[in-house]
C-alpha cells in the first residue's frame, strides 16, 4: 500500500496538500501553504519514517513516485521537478 500525496493551487499563493493511504480517502490535510515545496515537507513529515514512497499529483494529475525522505529533505528540488513535468503534462494535453 503506497500513500498518494495532492497538492492543489488554492489562489495566487496557497496551496493545499492532502495525503491518503491507499484506500482512496484522505487522513491528512493541510490548507493555506506558501509553496509546492512546503507542501512536500508537511505531507513527508506526516507520512513520517513508515513509508518510502508516495505517488504525488498537482491539482488531479499523477506526477509520478518519490521517495518521502527526499520529499522531506529536498523538496525545493522536487517542486521544481513537479511543476516541470506538470507543464510538459499540460503541454501534451493540448491540441496545436
Same mark, same amino acid.
Given at each position: 500500500?503506497?500513500? %498518494?500525496? &495532492?497538492?492543489? $493551487?488554492?489562489?495566487?499563493? #496557497?496551496? #493545499?496538500?492532502?495525503?491518503?493511504?491507499?484506500?482512496?480517502?484522505?487522513?491528512? /490535510?493541510? &490548507?493555506?501553504? /506558501?509553496?509546492?515545496?512546503?507542501?512536500?515537507?508537511? /505531507? !513527508?513529515?506526516?507520512?513520517?519514517?513508515?513509508?518510502? =514512497? !508516495?505517488?504525488?499529483?498537482?491539482?488531479?494529475?499523477?506526477?509520478?513516485? =518519490?521517495?518521502? !525522505?527526499?520529499? &522531506?529533505? @529536498? /523538496?525545493? &528540488?522536487? %517542486?521544481?521537478?513537479?511543476?516541470? $513535468?506538470?507543464?510538459?503534462? @499540460?503541454? @501534451?494535453?493540448?491540441?496545436?
Amino acid at each position: 500500500m503506497q500513500p %498518494a500525496v &495532492e497538492i492543489t $493551487k488554492c489562489g495566487d499563493r #496557497n496551496f #493545499n496538500s492532502y495525503v491518503g493511504i491507499g484506500d482512496g480517502t484522505w487522513r491528512y /490535510a493541510r &490548507e493555506g501553504l /506558501a509553496s509546492v515545496a512546503q507542501c512536500l515537507q508537511d /505531507a !513527508a513529515s506526516a507520512l513520517g519514517h513508515e513509508f518510502s =514512497y !508516495a505517488t504525488v499529483s498537482v491539482d488531479s494529475i499523477v506526477i509520478g513516485n =518519490y521517495p518521502v !525522505a527526499v520529499m &522531506e529533505h @529536498r /523538496a525545493v &528540488e522536487v %517542486a521544481d521537478e513537479l511543476q516541470v $513535468k506538470l507543464s510538459n503534462r @499540460r503541454g @501534451r494535453s493540448c491540441p496545436t
